[in-house]
Structures are given as structure tokens and as C-alpha cells.
């Protein structure tokens, strides 16, 4: 500490240092158990810039080459850690930059501390240069947000920050510190940790009520069926998951969001559900006497028509946000709570079982999509390639250890129905939003957040053009990312829906693209593109071998579609698995 | 559902920011906000927003869970019309010159429970308190006298059945809350969840 003050002689009773906001912030960090920042510099944030020049040995500054790409990697590194992401950011446009990145980790409930500078304090609301209103602009898309004026405010306002980011349902907090409060010297007696709010309850009081008419109904279901969400990644619950649905012996579907939270070839797990998920978990839903929903939100995309879903079925939504109960789908019993707490009680309290008759309607369901779908995708017929057989081959390398980042269409949907995962915190995509050019930052982020596993993005010719420059990111800090463009010289998923619902009309879906592989050498960055089949597996392994980040685009068949669909506006059980049954 | 009116009450921290996280919840769903007041509560550094909309009740019941939601929000509480006691305040400006000749007015007034507020020579401003027929019966009789200026606040509602704050901030402020503090909305209309 001696480095970073400047020391005045007081005979007080707990010992205060000088310090600027700057370091104050910083020391907040360190206390925090933060070591990596994502950011970029600028006029209102340059006395943080300036004290973190100090701060070199203790925290790592990765400088990416557009905010947004801040907050992507901050959600990445987030993602993959378990750990609340850091983000710095000048005032104005650097602010604005992060509104995608905050509204994407909003909805998908990712922690991440956004610090934004911010003119003098005494310039607010003149127009004065690169003055934003940021509070008010990210207001809907935060947990929580702030504005500091004053230096001594700011310990207890980012302990507060770290405690809400990453507390009860996660989500993005930002503190914006105008440029007077950053330079201000203040008594500084350290920094303490948050942990109560009087008027924020991150987690109830379990009611056992609850778990007991939970556990009756799912003693006595006949064909139950656990859906489950990123809840249980959040809530670290994933061994309390997975002890509860072993002994329950039911068959259980996640989410986009909840994937990898058990094994995909786990014997219970029946695969994704959703508009591009499996046809068993789609169709069945509307089979299931009981639906155990674990740490996810009935979103749109999972439901299809909310008036056809589960209607057959008693509810049980087990949930850490209250307002997410009854939000979409009535719960017949809501359990309220943290699920690491919840899940436990309720595997106390239910039966050993085993649904064999129920399961093997699952593996039927599951034959009929491999015969009609999966068998043509991974063992295409087609001389050009197939999405799946990229991720299939992939799978076959990475043997499933690999973090898969994925960016938004086609390629993710492809991504997730095939990538096999053995870990949890594996699959990381931007699922509610919806974000292209998420996946390139994401995966730098996703690289520092655990730098021992190999990190592979997947991203669609489309949106890898939407956040290409932090190619530069990478070719500067080198974190070792793996990149797999599969170029299929189209917007395909928007293509996909004007082949299907606007009678083939191709509005602006014809997307032309650089030449991939000249770009990344552009950026110091080896690559490689690949048109033909037998060159696949030798590819994909030459990039996971290489010793740093490598590019692979492979030209993949123009005009295939996503199959199972459940087109929007029909109930799940509608999910078809050709067009010609549209 | 039948829409009608609710009011909410909403106990929060006062803090600045705060009333545009909570106005953004209504106008993100497309809905108006009839009526908002803030003011102190029965508790020191508690804050009260007031809100009256008109809608279903299962809307204000998801609009309360997303208010409550709120970080610096203690506690959101919705009523019928019939649950609560509720008042708002107008004020009406007329010329005095027609006040002093026309007797009448002032009589109309006292029928009214309108009181002075200020008289000047050019004009004088009559308030009243009460719910808005009376207030907007008052407009329809102030009308042929000239009726200057009119003004009427947000309304102010005391529910009947609560006790107070006091009690329920004394449990958030515990660490470890009792089981009051965290009411269980389901739970306490046990009946209702389970029998669907
Ligand atoms: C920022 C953003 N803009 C637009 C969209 C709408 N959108 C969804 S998927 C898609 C096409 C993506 O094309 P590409 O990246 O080539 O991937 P593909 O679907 O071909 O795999 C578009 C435009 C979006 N999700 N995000």
C-alpha cells in the first residue's frame, strides 16, 4: 500500500491513507479478487488510466479495440470463471459503445462492473464535450447503476457494485465517476466488502412448504420431465442437480442457457429444448404429467405459443426471481429460493425412481430426428460440407473438453444441438439477446477467464464481420483463441425464415464477405480456409495444435436450414423436423 | 381479467435515479401511469411513491414483483379502491372582482369543503381536498365564474389494513430477515396455488 499514497501524519484510531478516487477504485478491485480488466481509455477516464499505470504487476489491462468488446469479454471471462467481469470505459461514446454489451448481460444474467468516466462533476447536464447521460441511458439495461461525484463515496459504492453484480439473480451493474471525483484526494481507511443491503434480498428464506407439495406432486407423476435453465450454472448448483434428478430418475432438457450444466451424453439428459431444439423435449412437454422447471424463465423461444404449452401439466418452477414465477407460465407450486439450497431439500423428499417406459418415448423421439435430421447432417450426402459435420469432427477432437463460444444464427443453433460438453461453465453464447458479433470478444474473454482450457469460437460469416477488429485484441495480448468461421456466404438464419415464411424473397441476405484468412494474417493471426471434406479433421486439428490463436473458415452448404423448427407462433408440439412438413 | 384501478404503494430508499427505474417498468409495457406522488413515509429515510394505474390484476401483481425487484426498493404493495382511503388536492384560481359580487360562489364554496388559499386584489385561490368527483364537480361550477387556472395533484392513499412500516424496515435490516419480512405471496394464498 505504501506505493500508492501519499501519507499525512493523523493520530486517528483506524489508520487513513490519502488516496485519489483512481486508486481507490483500483484497490477496490484487488480487494474484490480481480486481476483481469477489459477496457479502453479516453478523456473522463484518464486519471483511472493514470493510476492503474501503477497497478501493472497487480491487475491485467487487456485493451480491446471497441467497448462493446469490452463488456463481451467481460461476459465471456465472466461466464467461464464464475466471476464477476470488469469493465473500463470512457465517458460518451465509450459509454454507449457498452449499452449492446449491458442489455446482453441484463437478459442473460451475467455479472459484470462496468466503470464509465465521466465529465466534472460540475459540466453535468451543460452538453460539455463527450457528456452522455449514461445513468439514464443504462438504466433499463442494469441491475443496478450509479453516479459518483464525490472520491469518498466510492469504496462503499463498488463494494456495493460487486455484491449486486454477482448476488441473487446475477446481472450487469455500471458506475459512472466523473473525472473530479477520480482525481479527488481522500482519508481512505480500506475497502470493505458488501454484504447486506436492507432493501435488497438477493435470496429468500426457504419455505419447506414449498418443497414438500413439490415433492408430493413428483411423487406421484407418472411421466415427470425437469426442464432446466442457467440457473443451476449461476447457482453453482450443478452437482445438487444432478443428485436430484438421478435419484428422481427423471428425464431432464435444458435450455440453451443451462447447457453443459450436466454432461450432454449424461443418460438422463434428453437434449435442448427450444424453436431449434430437440424434437423429444419439444413434443413431450406437451406429454409430461409434471414439469419441473429448474433456474429458467419460460422464455419465447423455449415455449412457442405460451396458449399450447404444458397445459396438460402441473407446474412446478423452481426460481431465485420472484418475479420470474407466474411471469409466463403459471406455477402450480412455486419454489422460491437459491437452487443449490432448494434442490437438495426437495431430492430429500422424493422417491428413488426409474421411468423406463417414459425415457425410451424420448429415445423413439430421438430415433426419428436422427433419421429424418441428424444423419444427413453429420454424415452429409452433399459434396459440400455441413455445419454439423464440423462440430461433430470437433467433438471428436476436443473429445468435449473445449469452452465452445458461439455468436448468433445458424452456427449457434447448429453449435449447441451437436456440441458435446463434459463440463459445466462450456457453452458460451449470447442466448437472449440474440448478439451478433458477440462471440469473437466473448471468446478472448472466455480465454482469460479460465486460460487452462481451449477455447473454440464459432461464428457465422455475418456477425464475425460485426466485431472483426478485435482481431487486433488478440494480436496484441494473444489470448489463445481458436476461430472457426462457418461461411455459408449468407445471413443464413435470416435467410433460413425468408426461404420459409417470405416465399424464398432474399431481402439483403447475401452478405459478401473479406478474405478471411488474409484479414487474420492482416493481424499476425495463421489460418486456414477449407472447402473440402477430407481436408476437415486434419484442419480442425492443426488448429487446436497450434500454439496460439488460429482461423479456420470453412465453406459450409449455402442454402441448408435448422431442423427440428418449432415455427413461431405454433405450440411446441408443432416442432417439425422438415420444411415440407411446414 | 377486468381492468381496473389499483393503487400501488411502493417503499423505497431515497434515491435519486430511482423514480425513473421504477417509471421505465410502466412505460416499457406501453402502460400510463394515471397519477404518481413521492413523499416521505411514517418512517424516517423511507421513501413513498404512490402510483395509480388502471389495469388487470394479474398485470399490477407482475409490475409490483418487477418494482420489488428494484435493488433500492423495500417493498411494493398493490389495493383496490375499496382497500384504501385516498385523497388528492386541487386548487382553482378565480377573479376576485366576481367572487366579491357573486355571494353565491362563496356559499358554493363552503358546500364544496373548499378553503382560501390566497386572496388578492386580482384573484383569489380556493383548494380543496377529496376524490376526484368532488374536485371535478368544483371545475363545473367554477366554470361560468371565470375559472383562471386549475390544478390537481397526484393522489395520496393510506391503506387500511396496513400497520405501518416501522416494524417490517426494523426485519430488512437484519442480515437474517424473519419470514415476515419476506412475505410469502404465494404461500399466504395457499388455497388458491395449490387448487389450480
Ligand atoms: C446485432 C444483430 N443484428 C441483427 C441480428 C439478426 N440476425 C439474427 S441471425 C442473423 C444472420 C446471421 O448470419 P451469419 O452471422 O452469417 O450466421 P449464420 O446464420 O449464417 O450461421 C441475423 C442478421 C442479430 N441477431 N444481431
Known sequence: ?582 | MTKQEYTITVYTENQIGLLNRIAIIFSRRKINIESLNTSPSEVDSVHRFTIVINETEDVVRKLCRQIEKQVEVLKAYYNTNDEIVWQELAMYKVPTEVIASAVKVERLLREHGAHTVVIRKDYTVFAVAGQREETDKLIKVLEPYRLIEFVRSARIAIIKASDGFHEKLKEFEYREPGEDAIENEFLNENEKVFSM
Not at chain 1, 78 to 83: E, L
Not at chain 1, 545 to 564: A, C, I, R, T, Y
Request: charged share 20%; glycine share 8%.
Open chain 1, 1 to 582: 500500500m505504501e506505493t500508492l499514497t501519499i501519507k499525512k501524519e493523523k493520530p486517528a484510531t483506524k489508520p487513513t491513507t490519502q488516496v485519489s478516487g483512481s486508486v481507490a477504485v483500483l484497490e477496490a478491485f484487488l480487494a474484490e479478487g480481480v486481476d483481469t480488466v477489459f477496457g479502453y481509455p479516453g478523456g473522463a477516464i484518464m486519471p483511472i488510466y493514470d493510476a492503474l499505470y501503477d497497478y501493472n504487476d497487480k491487475l491485467k489491462h487487456i485493451l480491446v479495440r471497441h467497448e462493446q468488446g469490452a463488456i463481451h469479454a467481460a461476459q465471456g471471462f465472466a461466464r467461464v470463471s464464475g466471476r464477476t467481469g470488469v469493465v473500463f470505459a470512457t465517458s460518451g461514446p465509450g459509454a454507449t459503445n457498452l449499452v449492446t454489451g449491458l442489455a446482453d448481460a441484463m437478459i442473460d444474467s451475467t455479472p459484470v462492473v462496468c466503470i464509465t468516466g465521466q465529465v466534472f462533476a460540475h459540466l453535468l447536464g451543460t452538453d460539455a464535450f463527450q457528456e452522455t447521460d449514461v445513468i439514464n441511458i443504462t438504466t433499463p439495461v442494469t441491475k443496478w447503476n450509479y453516479q459518483v461525484t464525490d472520491a469518498t463515496e466510492i469504496p462503499a459504492v463498488l463494494a456495493k457494485a460487486f455484491y449486486i453484480a454477482g448476488s441473487g439473480r446475477p446481472g450487469p451493474v455500471l458506475i459512472d465517476i466523473t473525472k473530479n471525483a477520480q482525481l479527488q484526494l481522500f482519508d481512505y481507511s480500506g475497502y470493505q466488502k458488501c454484504e447486506h443491503i436492507r432493501s435488497y434480498r438477493p435470496k429468500p428464506i426457504v419455505r419447506k412448504e414449498y418443497i414438500q407439495e413439490a415433492a408430493k406432486l413428483i411423487n406421484a407423476a407418472e411421466r415427470p420431465f425437469v426442464i432446466f435453465g442457467q440457473g443451476v450454472i449461476l447457482g453453482k448448483a450443478e452437482k445438487e442437480f444432478q443428485k436430484f434428478i438421478e435419484k428422481a430418475g427423471i428425464p431432464s432438457a435444458w435450455t440453451i442457457m443451462g447447457m453443459s450444466a450436466i454432461p450432454t451424453d449424461h443418460p438422463l439428459g434428453v437434449g435442448m429444448l427450444g424453436m431449434h431444439g430437440n424434437y423429444g423435449p419439444n413434443v413431450l412437454t406437451n406429454e409430461c404429467d409434471v414439469l419441473i422447471a429448474v433456474g429458467m424463465r419460460f422464455d419465447d423461444r423455449v415455449t412457442g405459443r405460451l396458449d399450447k404449452y404444458a397445459k396438460q401439466a402441473k407446474i412446478i418452477h423452481l426460481d431465485i426471481d420472484p418475479a420470474e414465477i407466474d411471469k409466463n407460465v403459471k406455477a402450480t407450486v412455486p419454489v422460491w429460493g437459491d437452487c443449490k439450497e432448494t434442490l437438495p431439500l426437495l431430492t430429500e423428499l422424493v422417491d428413488q425412481k426409474v421411468y423406463p417406459q417414459w425415457l425410451q418415448l424420448f429415445k423413439e423421439y430421438q430415433q426419428k430426428e436422427e433419421d429424418k435430421v441428424i444423419k444427413e447432417e453429420l454424415n452429409p450426402t452433399t459434396e459440400i460440407m455441413t455445419m454439423g459435420e464440423v462440430i461433430n469432427t470437433l467433438n471428436e477432437l476436443t473429445k468435449g473438453d473445449a469452452v465452445i463460444v458461439t455468436d448468433v444464427g445458424q452456427h449457434q443453433m447448429v453449435a449447441c444441438r451437436y456440441a458435446k460438453y463434459n463440463k459445466s461453465k462450456s457453452n458460451i453464447t449470447s442466448g437472449g439477446l440474440g448478439t451478433m458479433g458477440y462471440a469473437l470478444p466473448a471468446a478472448i474473454g472466455a480465454a482469460y477467464g479460465d486460460p487452462s482450457r481451449t477455447t473454440v469460437a464459432i461464428i457465422g460469416d455475418g456477425g464475425f464481420q460485426m466485431t472483426l477488429q478485435e482481431l487486433g485484441t488478440i494480436m496484441q495480448f494473444k489470448p489463445k483463441v481458436k476461430i472457426i468461421i462457418l461461411n455459408n456466404q449468407f445471413l443464413g438464419m435470416v435467410r433460413q425464415w425468408q426461404q420459409l415464411f417470405h416465399e424464398k424473397r432474399y431481402s439483403f441476405v447475401d452478405i459478401t464477405s473479406p478474405d478471411f484468412v488474409q484479414v487474420a494474417k492482416g493481424f499476425g493471426i495463421p489460418g486456414k480456409s477449407i472447402s473440402k471434406r477430407e481436408e476437415l479433421k486434419s484442419s480442425l486439428q492443426q488448429m487446436l495444435e497450434q500454439d496460439g490463436s488460429f482461423l479456420l473458415e470453412v465453406m459450409v452448404g449455402k442454402e441448408n436450414n435448422v431442423f427440428p423448427m418449432v415455427p413461431q407462433g405454433r405450440g411446441v408440439a408443432e416442432c417439425v423436423l422438415s420444411r415440407e412438413e411446414i
